[in-house]
């Protein structure tokens, strides 16, 4: 199975300050039709999880543009600029290019 | 889009449950759809995917003991748990297409004696 890891475990963050989170991958992501299949989640509170991002960079509809993906292969980064409270609650990455489709343990974003 | 689920609530360790995602605000049939659970305070386990032209795949720890299945008349995911364990105990996610861009509210599945 692809092994996601996700770094730090936890963020502890002043409204309007910047933050990034790293997840790498067991094994590359690219799938056989060339495109990389990570995506990024937010989990509030007690809510489900939503999409913010797919294929490494690609904002969901909604999304504000404080929220960017880059990476490649196994190594990938969400930025979050200019932290808003509504941004708070943990994030996961999920990879879906290999089966069994697995998550990062999730980085949970607190307030300073 | 919007995905409903149901079916939860608690059972005996050996028993059996079914749990429905009711699947509204999209065409149902062409789409894959996933069984992803979360234990209490942990992370995002997957545990089912099926095709729209229903193929199915399952993670080691359930198959053989759980059935993902589709009625797209009825616009509905379901999820059969057989032979069920204490580390079943979960909530229950139905999530759309393999890239998981919806996901419903979940549905809590205690396995307790």
């Known amino acids: 199975d692809v092994v996601m890891t996700q770094t730090p475990p936890s963020l502890s963050v002043a409204i309007g300050q910047s933050v990034s989170i790293s997840c790498k991958s067991s094994?590359?992501?690219?799938?056989?039709?060339?495109?990389?299949?990570l995506h990024w989640l937010l989990q509030s509170s007690g809510r489900s999880p939503k999409r913010l991002i797919y294929?490494?960079?690609n904002l969901d509809s909604g999304v504000p543009d404080r929220f960017s993906g880059t990476g490649s292969q196994k190594d990938f980064t969400l930025k979050i600029s200019r932290v808003e409270a509504k941004d708070l609650g943990v994030y996961y990455c999920?990879?879906?290019?290999?089966?069994?489709?697995?998550f990062g343990g999730g980085t949970k974003l607190e307030l300073k | 889009v919007q995905l409903v689920e149901s079916g939860g609530g608690l059972v005996q360790p050996g028993k059996s449950l079914k749990l429905s995602c009711s699947a509204s605000?999209?065409?149902?049939?062409?789409?894959?759809m996933h069984w992803i659970r979360q234990a209490p305070g942990k992370g995002l386990d997957w545990v089912a995917y099926?095709?729209?032209?229903?193929?199915?795949v399952y993670a080691d720890a359930v198959k053989g003991r759980f059935t993902i299945s589709r009625d797209n008349a009825k616009n509905t995911l379901y999820l059969q748990l057989n032979s069920l364990k204490s580390e079943d105990t979960a909530i229950y996610y139905c999530?759309?297409?393999?890239?998981?861009?919806?996901w419903g509210q979940g549905v809590m599945v205690t396995v307790s004696s």
């Open positions: 094994q590359s992501l690219v799938y056989s039709d060339g495109k990389t299949y």
């Open positions: 099926i095709s729209s032209s229903s193929g199915t």
């Open positions: 605000g999209f065409t149902f049939s062409s789409y894959g």
């Open positions: 999920a990879q879906t290019t290999h089966f069994p489709w697995t």
């Open positions: 294929q490494v960079s």
């Open positions: 999530a759309r297409r393999w890239s998981v861009d919806y």
